[in-house]
């Protein structure tokens, strides 16, 4: 993994974003804005992620 990846700022998310990125979708900027932002399960249905709750 190269040293200057950045992770989705969405607190349960794994996956890496594109620099200048902070959210690896919407469904991930969507969920940090409520109270869904204390899921443990992000559920953004990247393979990357490892989330089993498909987006809505």
Do not use: I
Not at 4 to 19: G, I
Not at 30 to 45: I, L
């Amino acid at each position: 993994m190269e040293q200057n990846a950045q992770t989705c700022a969405h607190r349960p998310c794994k996956c890496s974003v594109t620099e200048g990125q902070k959210f690896c979708s919407n469904h991930c900027e969507r969920q940090s804005k409520g109270d869904e932002a204390q899921k443990v399960v992000c559920g953004c249905g990247h393979p990357e992620c490892g989330g089993t709750e498909a987006a809505a």
